[in-house]
């Protein structure tokens, strides 16, 4: 059980270094301390590690820590292990953003701002629908809440995808809502940056509340857990670093279900241990997929499709041993 | 300690009961007694201040209900509702410590007083060697022990138990009992609904017959729990012929011409 996060941690330096070594320019160990330690190498070299790689790493890690956490932190709060992050239509509202941004060619600083505000809005609109119904569970509202403005929004997107201009517009869209970490420069970091960090350290401070929040509401009350503060705080961080991600990195799917669920199964169910695991472990885990995305092929391979791929034959795998998956 | 003058209680756009009067005192053993539907976790949560009452008054330590901070309120009466498979298998012991919550900050987590405190609601129920085990892979009854050792954890002056033998085996039932009385022991007012007049007989000082959200009888068990009484609270013959000695033993009649009248 100790040993999990560690786990977690070897699995991310190992990603570290993979990412920094593999690609379609080959660094070497020796090569990527010199030019981590500022020693005798190439111009070149030194580009692709510091210019192209090592940016591309920070924003891997960054999005995958983020959905990890917010996926387990919103598995935590509706009480149910099947949810990911997008539950309350952060990553469809990011979407519909991103996608207004590239249909009105805004750039791409445009584009990521709109993805972002896309993901807040939609997420307060769910939330402000659900606060107004004022019976029945305040969760399960909530969670019909989401359901509802998804698919609304799920709509919309539809609709600019079929009012985009197919030949220019399309393939961008298309691109981005498969996710990928190819546009990740140092430049744009602090933009991913900035609310991951701040809505990562909202819910670690808050972890230990949040097994207390998975508690069913009355219970939680019982306790003389404040509910409703909680419930605002946790959700609002969770949001804030999955817009940030989709915003970065387009929609990048099963990881925020998946590795919460092989977090819980390193360090068991706690949220003051499966936190800060999941965020590791997430992030080494996105990093690892991100480099075969660029390695694998002659071309980038969105992230979102390889994601799919190893997502869903392993969460079957995890169903079949559900009840071990989440003790 | 616990203390409902006049009060009229139910959920938002549903009055369920009213004219409601009861008080809980330290060492004492409360049961509620009433058929299904009759109101009895409807007052529960009204006495917890889950839900709001609609009329009349709450009062805790002589103080309002609603003039208590819900952390404040936590501290002085826990709470055991109807054990419930947790959707994740949290150990004993991480269930016990998330009865600290209320002596505890918002962004703090249980430090070493914590683990003694909960420890000890452990040992107090006699399920220590359970400390580590899932929730999840626990009997109901062993579970409903958690749950009682969780609220003891909050340090509570009185502890509220939602039917804390249903669907618990005949051994279990003992269980949770004894665990009942003997915090009566140590001081604690404690109140609990059941469905089973012989537990509220052999187990509680008073009982309080609730039916259609109106009190039937209230008093001394002794007095209050017996067959005339259970006969109009349940609208069902009961046979109390059985128990010889000491106690009377309460049955539902089943068999035509055995008991009842």
């Known amino acids: 059980m100790r040993s999990g996060a560690w786990w977690a941690l070897l699995v991310l330096l190992a990603g570290v270094l993979v990412a920094f070594t593999v690609g379609r320019t080959p660094v070497s160990l020796p090569q990527l301390w010199a030019a981590l330690s500022g020693g005798e190498l190439s111009e070149s070299l030194r580009t692709v590690v510091w210019q192209i790689r090592a940016p591309r790493i920070v924003a891997a890690v960054a999005v995958g820590a983020a959905l990890s956490v917010a996926g387990a932190a919103f598995q935590g709060l509706f009480r149910n292990p099947l949810v990911s992050p997008d539950i309350l239509g952060a990553s469809a509202g990011a979407a519909l953003g991103a996608l207004l941004g590239i249909f009105f060619s805004l750039g791409l600083a445009g584009i990521q701002l709109a993805a972002f505000a896309g993901g807040l809005v939609a997420v307060a609109l769910v939330y402000a629908t659900g606060s107004a119904v004022r019976q029945g569970d305040p969760i399960l509202v909530l969670l019909l809440a989401g359901i509802v403005i998804g698919s609304l929004l799920g709509a919309g997107i539809g609709l600019v995808k079929t009012l985009a201009d197919p030949y220019n517009q399309l393939p961008a869209m298309t691109f981005w809502l498969l996710g990928s970490l190819a546009g990740a420069h140092a430049d744009d970091l602090p933009a991913l940056l900035v609310p991951v960090a701040l809505g990562l350290g909202v819910l670690l401070l808050l972890r230990w509340r949040l097994d207390v929040m998975s508690l069913p509401e009355e219970e939680a009350r019982a306790l003389g857990a404040r509910t409703t503060l909680l419930r605002v705080g946790i959700v609002a961080a969770a949001t804030l670093v999955t817009a940030a991600s989709v915003a970065a990195a387009g929609i990048v799917g099963w990881v925020g279900l998946v590795v919460p669920h092989l977090a819980r199964f390193l360090v068991g169910p706690s949220f003051v241990r499966l936190l800060p695991t999941a965020a590791l472990l997430g992030g080494g885990l996105l990093l690892f997929i991100d480099t075969l995305a660029r390695s694998v092929a002659a071309v980038e391979i969105p992230l979102g499709i390889l994601t799919a791929l190893i997502g869903s034959p392993f969460f079957i795998a995890l169903l079949g041993r559900a009840q071990k998956g989440w003790q | ?261």
């Open chain 2, 1 to 261: 300690m616990i203390e409902a003058v006049d009060l009229r209680f139910g959920y938002p756009g549903r009055t369920v009961g009213q004219g409601l009067s009861l008080a809980l005192r330290a060492g004492e053993v409360v049961a509620l007694l009433g058929p299904n539907g009759g109101g009895k976790t409807t007052l529960l949560k009204t006495l917890l201040g889950l839900l709001p009452a609609q009329g009349g008054e709450v009062r805790l330590d002589g103080r309002s209900l609603t003039a208590w901070a819900l952390p404040e309120r936590a501290r002085r009466v826990g709470y055991v509702p109807q054990g419930q498979a947790s959707t994740f298998g949290y150990s004993a012991r991480q269930m016990v410590l998330m009865g600290r919550t209320a002596h505890l900050g918002l962004i703090a987590r249980p430090g070493a007083r914590d683990q003694v405190v909960a420890d000890q609601a452990l040992r107090r129920l006699g399920i220590d060697h359970l400390a580590d085990r899932s929730v999840h892979r626990m009997s109901g009854g062993e579970r409903q022990l958690v749950l009682i050792a969780r609220a003891l954890a909050q340090e509570p002056r009185a502890v509220l138990l939602d039917e804390p033998t249903a669907s618990l085996d005949f051994g279990n039932q003992g269980l949770v009992m004894r665990a009942i009385r003997a915090l009566a022991g140590e001081g604690l007012g404690v109140l609990f609904t059941t469905h089973d007049p012989n537990q509220a007989r052999r187990c509680a000082d008073t009982a309080l017959l609730l039916r259609e959200g109106c009190v039937l009888a209230a008093g001394p068990v002794a007095q209050v729990v017996n067959a005339a009484n259970l006969r109009a609270l349940y609208g069902a013959d009961v046979d109390d012929s059985g128990g010889p000695r000491g106690l009377p033993v309460f049955l539902p009649v089943f068999q035509a011409g055995v008991g009842g009248q």
